[in-house]
């Protein structure tokens, strides 16, 4: 266990719907960040946020969205889904200072659009 | 820009065999850190090892073992005496050393021990 959840572990939705995937963080870490995993393009950072702060911007379309609360919870907001987006969302986090720290994985949602 | 790659892209042996999994990276920073991350069937990523790039030193954990070369760009991992709980789909990353940047992950390798 990585001490990293995320929920809901499965969600089901329609296209052209809208939804939020969470991410709580390890105690302690300050950064949290967002990755896709699909079949054909891999693992691709989505976003990262620093203590409430963006911090760095991947290959996130502009119908994504996420913020980090101030209690350091993240949500990913996904909408005007489409059969694409389909894939597996992982949260990571790590402490997010200058020097790199390891970054421990969520066990991710698993988006299914229909 | 960042690349990792991982040229096999499944590999089955039999349980007992040693198996090695490549790993070459491209980056023009002068410091950075590698890592190895798998993931079973069961979905989860799960972080192995990391090696930052002034450490060339291998390592050996167990049945896991770590050979980084800087001068052919390559973090090869090798499980000796390969277990059926071994299989799993196995990514290599990369990160700038500084500033704790997002992962560039290669399209991993998929080891199948098998009994």
């Known amino acids: 266990d990585s001490g990293v959840t995320q929920t809901p572990k499965h969600l089901i939705t329609a296209t052209g719907q809208r939804v939020t995937l969470r991410c709580s963080p390890r105690?302690?870490?300050?950064?949290v960040y967002w990755y896709q995993q699909s079949l054909d393009q891999g693992l691709q950072f989505l976003i990262q946020?620093?203590?409430?702060?963006?911090?760095a911007k991947g290959n996130i379309l502009e119908r994504f969205s996420a913020q980090q609360f101030p209690d350091l919870h993240s949500e990913l907001n996904l909408s005007s889904l489409e059969l694409g987006d389909s894939a597996l969302y992982f949260c990571?986090?790590?402490?997010?200072?200058?020097?790199?720290?390891?970054?421990?994985f969520g066990p991710g949602t698993r988006l299914t659009v229909l | 820009a960042q690349k990792v790659t991982q040229a096999q892209t499944e590999i089955s042996v039999v349980e007992k065999e040693d198996v090695t999994l490549d790993c070459v990276y491209e980056?023009?920073?002068?410091?950075?850190?590698l890592f190895w991350y798998k993931q079973p069937p069961s979905g989860e990523l799960v972080f192995l090892i990391r090696?930052?790039?002034?450490?060339?030193q291998n390592e050996i954990s167990g049945r896991y073992s770590w050979n980084f070369q800087k001068s052919t760009s390559s973090f090869n991992f090798t499980i000796t005496a390969s277990q059926v709980v071994d299989s799993a789909v196995y990514f290599c990353?990369?990160?700038?050393?500084?500033?704790?940047?997002?992962?560039?992950f290669g399209k991993g390798t998929r080891l199948s021990v098998i009994a």
């Open positions: 980056t023009r920073d002068t410091t950075y850190y």
């Open positions: 946020y620093y203590n409430g702060e963006e911090r």
């Open positions: 990571a986090s790590n402490l997010g200072g200058v020097s790199t720290d390891t970054q421990y």
């Open positions: 990353a990369l990160s700038e050393a500084q500033g704790n940047t997002p992962l560039v």
């Open positions: 090696r930052n790039s002034f450490d060339e």
């Open positions: 105690s302690g870490d300050l950064s």
